[in-house]
């Protein structure tokens, strides 16, 4: 069982998993390689100068992966509740379970609608609907959070990876019980 599956690889999904993965907690990122990001040219992402989207979710993904994420290409069906947390359940009929799961599926909120989350109007041009969550990223749902532009953040990447950051954050924080501090000295 991992400790949170994150259901999206765009930038507030790969962010939260370099969070909760360097935190020593056993991360699962599922994505389906279908996001807008691998489609955008970043000349206002802070840190670089210029970029493809597709150069940064792979520099996300090896920067997750160093902190020891798992990586699955999958198109999530349903999530089910169990006794001690998740199961989260594949098109191909593969299944996994975890303890928490963090949703940043971009524009598509068809799985929180399958999974009966409260939903919401968008307010950005191209997204139509977003999960209703609190700013700490909680959803109806207790062990179900939101991050991103699913939770209703703008469509910028560099905003959106900070969602995802702040999401993982208030995760790790509720379970260790006390705010969590990630910061590394030279």
Known sequence: MYDVAIIGGGPAGQSAAIFTSKAGLKTLLVDNEKGLTQRALL????????????????????????????????????????EDGFTIHTEAGVSFAAKQVILATGANAALAKTIGLKTKDGKEKYVK????????????????????VAAGVSVHTIVTSGDGAKTAINLISELKGERYTDHDKA
């Open 43 to 82: 000349k206002n992402h802070y840190g670089l100068f210029e970029a493809t989207g597709a150069e940064l979710v792979a520099a996300g993904r090896k920067q997750a992966e160093r902190f020891g994420t798992v990586f699955q290409q999958a198109q999530i069906t349903d999530i089910a509740k169990t």
């Open 129 to 148: 609907t977003v999960i209703e969550a609190d700013a700490a990223g909680h959803t109806a749902v207790p062990g179900i959070w939101a991050a991103g």
